[in-house]
């Protein structure tokens, strides 16, 4: 293009003509995604457009620093079971508690308690038996760090009078997003 100016008007560059249709249009069509391309590092280079960055972009800009991501956390906690007559009770990886919005909670192992252990484990005031569960959230997020009492139902666990958590869950945490990461 730089050459063609000092030609005079053996090869005009407007718009429509021989030079520009032949040489010029398919030049500008075969360098677009070049130029596509280049146009996305330099957005990229600056921290000022992080907002419009995809979560890999931004990860892999915050990379040139050192810095990662806080991909989150599943939050635990222990959750109370409670019997009303002394039993063998099992435990397993499939039973689920729930709290009131149906976020759910799972034992992180199988818990298999015998008749003379949960004679140890009584609440005089009621007379109940109870078990204390580990359990691990489901998905990650800060929602589902329970509060103390929050997780009030149980599925897949016979003979259960109620269940609760005692203590609040700690951990979960949310993905980071590119303004914290920012």
Known sequence: VERSRGLGDVYKRQRGSPFYQAFLLPAATLLQPFRDRLNIIKRNQSLGNYQDMSTEEMDNHAANFLVERNQ????????RVYFDTV???????????????????????TIAVTETELLG???????????????IAEAIGDEYRASAGQVNRVQNVPGTVRTENPNDFSSGRSIETNTELF
């Open 121 to 135: 484990n009584v609440i005089t005031e009621t007379g109940e038996y109870y078990v204390d569960v580990p359990v």
């Open 72 to 79: 989150g956390s599943r939050a635990f906690g222990t959750q």
């Open 87 to 109: 039993q063998a009770v099992v435990i397993d990886v499939t039973a689920t508690f729930l709290d009131d919005n149906d976020r759910r909670w799972h034992p992180i192992s």
